[in-house]
């Protein structure tokens, strides 16, 4: 399943949320979905023959069928003129999309179309119909692929549910002097510094919120303001320090959360920069913990509506050990805009540290290669870990008088960094920078990452105690991330919703 984070900018510019796993909350497109799945017939996608007979249905009147012509660069009715008259204005059978009146909605639905021939997925997309400030249209569009007569995926079944909603969201236009009503943004103390940029980024302040740690150890938090019948979002980040341990962190979100939900807030995220025990997602040993399934289901247990995460160690097992809606926020970009600076015209080489993390490295590649519109080599180190010990000094990869980036999730001890770099060095490289989404920079790292091997480290500012000293923090640069979960919370929204009309169960 794609989360929204991953599509393409001029994608996500039109829509709330975008979805390649649909699960509609409208009963409508739940029954269509189920209906296109149904005539599947164990291929991967219908033909227009088998979705004919739908169409007469008394389902079919609320669905359209669109081909793509012209190398999908537009798009022909070919049923269903009443089905889309209400967003995109009167069309006949054999009119193009792009002569459809509503120029907006129609390039909405060029895009969602454009994606779905393309991959040949169902896609479920919200947006916004054009109202006043106070209502508007809410929409809930599913795309389906449909085969031609030729076998061709060049057919999109579809159709669209929309409901008045009175907005409240953060993105909503505002009037001078008109109250911010979106959902409410929390911090613990040793997060402000970072939530304060999230927030601001967000076009929102923190919410107040009591801190209180007692004799025993025991501890409370509580908000400051009336939460009830409010969306909610709490920003922390998992990391052990400054004698507040990982578990303490954990503890106390899951009870502030819990706290939340008790006193009526409606919906509840969960925006953790950094989420711990991620890295223990299987087992390696007998009778081995998979610790990242067990905080999966506390924070179901408390009963967290979302969770937004910035850069996990191993997406799939994330997604297999989280039963709620995810988000999972990418640092790519953001590093790539520095490091396309940096490396300036210089020949450029990306190196993995392990097998382990050879996607990442690849997504971050093919990323900087697009940016600097030229070609970026590759690197993989091979890399075993038991018993706290790393072994293994297997390297492939052209690095030769090249600029080596060498990627990876976080930084630990640096040990792993400080052998994949000096590996680089002996291979040929003629600079070596380090990049990590998350710099943990546990004991030994100060030591590790002063080897001469390493230009520079680049970490983002998920994690806020930075400890590192001398040569080490002297070649440390932090890469803000704040817009990415500030882009995530005016998408946000608190509204209400009026109960859309359905069509009756047949």
């Known amino acids: 399943m794609k989360c929204f984070a991953d599509f393409e900018p001029v994608l996500k510019r039109l829509f709330e949320r975008i979805d390649s796993g649909p699960q ?10 189920k209906e296109w799945r149904n005539r599947q017939r164990g291929r991967v996608t219908p ?8 169409l007469h249905t008394e389902l079919g009147k609320a669905a359209f069928v669109f081909l793509a012509n012209d190398g999908c660069r537009d798009f022909t009715l070919l049923a269903g003129c009443s089905a889309v008259e209400p967003l995109l204005g009167t069309l006949a059978p054999g009119d193009l999309l792009s002569k459809a009146p509503q120029k907006r909605a129609a390039a909405r639905f060029r895009r969602i179309f454009e994606f779905v021939h393309k991959s040949g997925e169902p896609l479920l997309a919200d947006f916004h119909a054009s109202g006043s400030a ?28 929309t409901r ?8 909503a236009p505002r009037r001078r002097g008109m109250p911010v009503t979106g959902p409410l943004v929390f911090a613990f ?30 501890h409370k938090a509580r908000p400051l303001v009336d939460v009830h019948g409010r969306d909610a979002v709490v920003i922390t980040s998992l990391h052990g320090a400054d004698g507040v341990s990982v578990n303490d962190k954990l503890c106390r979100l899951l009870f502030f959360i819990e706290t939340l939900k008790a006193n009526g807030a409606v919906h509840v995220t969960a925006a953790v920069p950094y989420l711990a025990y991620m890295r223990k997602d299987r087992q390696t040993k007998p009778y081995d913990p998979v610790s990242s399934r067990v905080v999966g289901r506390l924070f179901e247990a408390v009963g967290t509506d979302g969770l937004i995460a910035l850069e996990v160690h191993n997406l799939a097992a994330f997604q297999n ?20 600076a940096i490396v300036g015209t210089d020949p450029v080489a990306v190196v993995s540290p392990d097998l382990g993390g050879a996607k990442r490295a690849e997504a971050f590649r093919e990323a900087l290669e697009s940016r600097l519109e030229r070609e970026v080599a590759r690197g993989i180190m091979d890399k075993q870990r038991s018993m706290g010990v790393v072994s293994g000094d297997l390297f492939a990869g052209d690095v030769a008088d090249r ?16 052998r994949v770099a000096a590996a680089c060095r002996n291979h040929g490289a003629r600079e070596v920078s380090v990049v990590a989404t998350h710099g943990l920079f546990a004991q030994g790292s100060n030591e590790a990452l002063a080897s001469e091997s390493i230009s520079r480290i680049l970490v983002s500012d998920s994690i806020g105690s930075i400890r590192l000293d001398g040569p080490a923090r002297d070649r440390l640069q932090i890469v803000p991330v704040a817009s990415l ?20 169960d047949p």
Do not use: C, Y
Not at 24 to 31: C, F, I, K, T
Not at 140 to 155: Q, R, T
Not at 165 to 171: A, D, G, I, K
């Open 403 to 418: 600029h080596v980036i060498i990627v990876d999730d976080l930084i630990a001890s640096g040990t792993t960094m400080a």
């Open 164 to 171: 008045p909603v009175t907005v409240s969201s953060l993105h």
């Open 24 to 33: 509609p909350a409208s009963p409508v497109l739940q029954r269509l979905l």
């Open 321 to 340: 050990a989280f039963r709620l809606p995810m988000t999972h926020l990418s640092a790519i970009e953001p590093f790539v805009d520095r490091l396309a």
């Open 189 to 218: 103390a040793w997060d402000a510094e970072f939530a304060e940029k999230v927030a601001a980024e967000a076009e929102t302040a923190l919410s107040p919120l009591e801190e209180r740690l007692f004799e025993d150890g025991e």
């Open 485 to 504: 979960f500030g882009e995530e919370i005016r998408r946000h929204r608190a509204i209400k919703v009026a109960a859309p009309s359905v069509l009756p």
């Open 47 to 54: 033909s227009l023959e088998d979705i004919g007979g739908l």
């Open 134 to 161: 106070e209502t508007q249209s809410a929409v809930e569009l599913l795309a389906l692929p449909v085969n031609d007569e030729a076998g061709g995926e060049s057919a999109i079944l579809g159709a669209f549910v």
